[in-house]
């Protein structure tokens, strides 16, 4: 799994939802330094707070775990 793919995907997911670091910590219970880590690679969340994140950004798990949308094919 590579952190650094992940936390750029999200980051981009997170602003396409207008969302701020600290709003998206605030709606999840997590620091806006926890989101920043994350979306650095520097950490992978546990796997309730990646469910949390996956509600709030309104996404799958898959499309984390493949880092693509859902419904879109495979390049």
Do not use: W, Y
């Not at 707070?49 to 775990?65: E, F, P, R, S």
């Amino acid at each position: 799994m590579d952190t650094k793919k992940i936390g750029e995907f999200l980051k981009v997911l997170r602003k396409e939802r207008g969302l701020t670091q600290e709003q998206l910590a605030e709606s999840i219970g997590i620091t806006s330094n926890t989101v920043s880590r994350i979306e650095r690679g520097q950490l992978i969340p546990a796997l309730p707070t990646l469910v949390d994140i996956c509600n709030v950004l309104k996404i799958g798990a898959n499309t984390i775990l493949f880092l693509r949308r859902e419904g879109m094919s495979r390049q």
